[in-house]
């Protein structure tokens, strides 16, 4: 099991360049996570898939925030344009749907915009 | 969304446990309380969990209360490696059935040595 796996592990880019970030769920996991963590608000909810369909994007801060997850061992979450706050550590975890699975995080990609 | 309540920052010594309270008032009765540790800006760890009974792996042990309106983590020995944010959080229903994750501010655990 290679748990979950994010690319690239850091980032930085320039204010208006478009960003995207990467995850491959574990196998198996029906559910997908992105959180994002800064020191002021925490690890923040972004969005979720269930089966490869988005639940619930009510944590996506704005219209430049977008997420896919095409197969059950993909998602990309997209910043365009990027901003200096969205500088931030995102992570993505997968869990499966049965009973009381837990969570599994990947180790994040720190992303810097300048 | 049922919220959790953390002390912001412990410290306990190295070679004693260290409990770690949860307040989680507002939890429903199919709600599962979770306990996570991050190591530095490391992806959040799993360590536990539960929904009624006290529970023990490796790693912690879990007791809730019998109001499940609270819990505590113990660490039984903690050594200078299990210095960490902890963070208790309840999983909660979302739309369609499904579930979600929402994490609060955790406690800051520091071991002495």
């Known amino acids: 099991d290679a748990g979950v796996i994010q690319s690239p592990r850091h980032e930085v880019t320039e204010m208006g360049q478009e960003v995207t970030l990467r995850c491959k769920p574990i196998?198996?996991?029906?559910?997908l996570f992105w959180y994002r963590q800064t020191m002021m608000r925490g690890l923040e909810l972004l969005i979720y898939?269930?089966?490869?369909?988005?639940?619930?994007d009510s944590g996506m801060p704005e219209d430049r925030f977008s997420a896919k997850m095409p197969n059950a061992s993909f998602s990309n979450l997209k910043i365009q344009p990027s901003e200096p706050r969205d500088s931030a550590v995102y992570f993505c975890?997968?869990?499966?749907?049965?009973?009381?699975?837990?969570?599994?995080f990947g180790n994040g990609t720190r992303l810097t915009v300048t | 969304d049922a919220k959790t309540t953390q002390p912001p920052s412990m410290d306990c010594a190295e070679g004693r446990a260290a409990n770690l309270p949860c307040n989680h008032s507002?939890?429903?009765?199919?709600?599962?309380v979770y306990w996570y540790r991050q190591i530095h800006s490391q992806g959040p760890q799993y360590i536990i969990h539960?929904?009624?009974n006290n529970e023990t792996n490796e790693m912690a042990s879990l007791i809730i209360t019998e109001d499940r309106k609270s819990s505590t983590l113990i660490l039984p020995h903690a050594t200078l490696r299990d210095t960490a944010v902890y963070y208790c959080i309840v999983r909660v229903e979302g739309t369609s059935g499904t579930y979600k994750y929402i994490f609060g501010t955790g406690t800051r655990l520091k071991v002495l040595a």
């Open positions: 539960g929904l009624k």
């Open positions: 898939f269930n089966n490869n369909v988005p639940i619930d």
């Open positions: 975890a997968s869990s499966r749907q049965i009973s009381s699975s837990p969570l599994h």
């Open positions: 507002t939890i429903s009765g199919n709600e599962y």
């Open positions: 196998s198996g996991h029906d559910y």
